[in-house]
Every structure is written in structure tokens, then in C-alpha cells.
């Protein structure tokens, strides 16, 4: 199914009227204050899985294949990696109008990735074609950011109750529907989720092609032409740490007793002095934008100067 242009709106519609039951306040966009979302989301160490939902995503080969083919990332990282996260974040805390105009930005974008995948790998032959706004790839990506934040904030901040697991799974459905997907593609809890995502790495439709291996070497900062920054090498132990063990070892990522054993040291060093850090050190800028322009107030010139010092840090492992 490749979701149109009224598929979409329809999708935004939903999603205006589920966040007028909520909150009913067009400023607190799809989620809003007190929202499973916004209290998970809203923490900056789950930036800590960027690597992992990236590589998650680039082992799907319509994916791979689509930025292989389209994608100027090697080209213009930091522009990249700007434009992707303002987009994720305009999504989550955005007033409702910025949120459903960045939907609409990126589905027009993905009408015009289209092509063929030109090898066989996994359950996908030579010449299979992908299209960038079918529904199956879609929500492939909606999980792995969805994994990505429960898997993070568990090993970091303590495990979540059922609960709210439940309630963050049920809640992202917000962020789904920005995608255009439709309610029945959507897990009912948690546990719906882990299936699908488990079945979806049983499958051949997760399998790391030749290019989504030279991509993560790329963005790991060792690929053709670079020289891996410590930088680069410490992002690389995070994110095979963070994988599941199989995609690990097909991305060929470095990994021994020794690399697990400096990964859990720095975790263990890291919960209780991320737990004592000032608010306005834990939490995502964009968080704290939503915040004071709910209370009718610009953003502050401190979050305005950690955004931009957070864009520049996240570029750092691809410098060449």
C-alpha cells in the first residue's frame, strides 16, 4: 500500500481529533503536556539510540536502497541530520499546525523516492521496486524510533511498568498517523508491538544489504576516505551494545568482551549523574520550546544555544 495524498490527510485529521479530546489545545500539537510521549521524548539520553534506530531502519533494503539512490547524506551531513531531527521534533512538540505541515514537507518528499532495490537480498529480488511512501516501510521506521526510545530510557533510567509501556505504544499511534499510516496497522499495546517488531527481524524483510553496510560505516565515521574519531568509535560501541546481536554482527560492527564491558561501566557511571542534572540540561530543547510556548512565551536563549551545540555534537563522528 503506498499512502496518497488523502490517505495522509485523512491521517491528520485523526490525529487533530484525537489531540482535541486530549488536551484540546492546538499549541500542545498531536501529544501535549503530561503525555506518555512527552515524558519519554522529552529526556535528551535517549539521543543515545540514534545509532541504533538508524542502522534498524537502514537494514531494511527499500530503505537502504532509497537514501543510497537519493539521500545527499555523504554529501551534506550536518544539513542532513538537521532537516531529519528538526522534522522528528517539529512532529512530537510542535503546535498542531507546524507538526501536520512538517508531515505534509516530508510526504511530498518521499513521492519522488522511487527505484529499485538491484540486488537480490534477503526476501527481496533484483529489480524489486520500493517507493518511499509505502506503508510497510513507513511503519517499519515509526517502530524503530518507537524501540528505540523504550530500549534506551530501560537501560538508562529503569525499566517501565507494563503500564506504561502499554501507554507510550498506544500514545506514539499519534506519531504514526503523521506518517499516514492507518489505525489497523498500528500495535494495540506493547506486546502487540514487540511481536511485530520481532517478527519483522525474523523476516527477510530485515536484511543488511551491501550499501547499509557502507552507509553505517559512514555514519560510524570509518568509511571510505575518514578516519574514526573517538567520538565516532564510542558512538560505535553504544550502538552495537544497543542492537540486537544479529544485525550487529551483519553490520560487521566491532564488538568483544571488552567493548561490552566498557559500555556497561559508562552506563552504570551515567543513570545516577544524568539523574541529578537540572531540567534544563535533561531535556530536549524543542521540549522546553513546547513548554513556554504553551504558557505563551518565546523560546529562551539557553535552549536556543543547547540546540545548536547538540546539531553540531551529533555531526562529529563523520568528520572527515
Not at 23 to 46: C, F, K, M, T
Not at 262 to 289: D, E, G, N
Amino acid at each position: 500500500m503506498i499512502v496518497g495524498r488523502a490517505e495522509l490527510e485523512a491521517s491528520l485529521d485523526r490525529a487533530r481529533g484525537v489531540a482535541a479530546a486530549a488536551h484540546g489545545d492546538p499549541r500542545a500539537g498531536i501529544h501535549g503536556p503530561g503525555s506518555p510521549a512527552w515524558r519519554l521524548e522529552r529526556e535528551a539520553i535517549v539521543f543515545l539510540g540514534g545509532g541504533r534506530a538508524a542502522l534498524m531502519q537502514l537494514a531494511h533494503p527499500p530503505v537502504a536502497y532509497a537514501i543510497e539512490q537519493h539521500s545527499t547524506t555523504r554529501a551534506d551531513v550536518a544539513g542532513r541530520f538537521r532537516r531529519t531531527f528538526e522534522h522528528v521534533l517539529s512532529v512530537a512538540f510542535g503546535d498542531l499546525d507546524h507538526a501536520c505541515a512538517s508531515a505534509r514537507r516530508v510526504h511530498d518528499v518521499h513521492r519522488r523516492i522511487i527505484g529499485t532495490i538491484p540486488i537480490d537480498v534477503g526476501g527481496f529480488r533484483a529489480g524489486a521496486r520500493y517507493h518511499a511512501n509505502d506503508a510497510d516501510s513507513l511503519r517499519w521506521v515509526y517502530a524503530t524510533l518507537v524501540d528505540t526510545v523504550i530500549h534506551v530510557t530501560e537501560l538508562t533510567r529503569g525499566a517501565l511498568s507494563p503500564a506504561a509501556r502499554d501507554a507510550y505504544v498506544r500514545g506514539s499511534h499519534q506519531f504514526a498517523r503523521m506518517f499516514g499510516l492507518p489505525d489497523a496497522m498500528l500495535p494495540a499495546d506493547h506486546a502487540a508491538f514487540t511481536a511485530y517488531v520481532d517478527a519483522m527481524l525474523g523476516s527477510g524483510a530485515i536484511a543488511v544489504a551491501p550499501a547499509a553496510r557502507e552507509m553505517a560505516a559512514f555514519l560510524l565515521g570509518r568509511g571510505a576516505g575518514q578516519v574514526q574519531t573517538r567520538l565516532g568509535r564510542w558512538l560505535e560501541r553504544v550502538t552495537a551494545a544497543l542492537l540486537p546481536p544479529a544485525l550487529r554482527a551483519d553490520f560487521g560492527l566491532d564488538w568483544g568482551l571488552a567493548d561490552a564491558a566498557r559500555v556497561r561501566v559508562a552506563i552504570a557511571a551515567l543513570r545516577p549523574l544524568y539523574a541529578v542534572l537540572p531540567p534544563t540540561m535533561r531535556w530536549v530543547p524543542a521540549y522546553q520550546h513546547a513548554r513556554r510556548r504553551i504558557a505563551g512565551r518565546g523560546p529562551s536563549g539557553l535552549s536556543r544555544a543547547l540546540e545548536r551545540g547538540f546539531y553540531q555534537l551529533a555531526t562529529l563522528p563523520t568528520s572527515r
